[in-house]
């Protein structure tokens, strides 16, 4: 899709660049869904968050192929100098991790599997 190479791209840059990706197609998936515009904020705020994707991060580690997760790993542990009260250091981390994941499938063209990750780990969000 871009061209960039993930190895050569800092960790904490691609988790910017995964952060907007995750939120629009979190946005998209519940638009989809035929929320009300109170029920959209309301899930893509629950949806779009550190504790969030630190979960979905630990859900779906194990099945993350191995070019993504060094990347992962080294997103989690860039140079992140502030970190937010509503969640753990750790928390944060990860959630830096996922982000920096979806950036990369993002930037392979594997928007798919950002989707798949979406319907698979937020399904249940609304409920």
Do not use: H
Request: glycine share 6%; with cysteine.
């Amino acid at each position: 899709m871009v061209s960039i190479d993930l190895r050569e791209t800092s960790g904490v840059v691609l988790a910017y660049l995964g952060d907007s990706v995750w939120e629009l197609y979190v946005r998209e998936y519940f638009i989809l869904k035929g929320y009300n515009i109170r029920n959209l904020n309301k899930n893509v705020v629950k949806s779009v968050n550190a504790k969030t994707q630190s979960r979905i991060l630990r859900d779906i580690l194990d099945d993350v192929d191995e070019k993504y997760k060094s990347v992962i790993n080294r997103s989690k542990n860039g140079n992140i100098k502030t970190f937010p009260r509503s969640c753990t250091v750790m928390e944060y981390r990860e959630a830096t991790g996922f982000e920096a994941y979806i950036g990369a499938l993002y930037i392979d063209g594997n928007i798919e599997k950002i989707k798949e990750i979406i319907k698979e780990n937020l399904d249940g969000e609304d409920k």
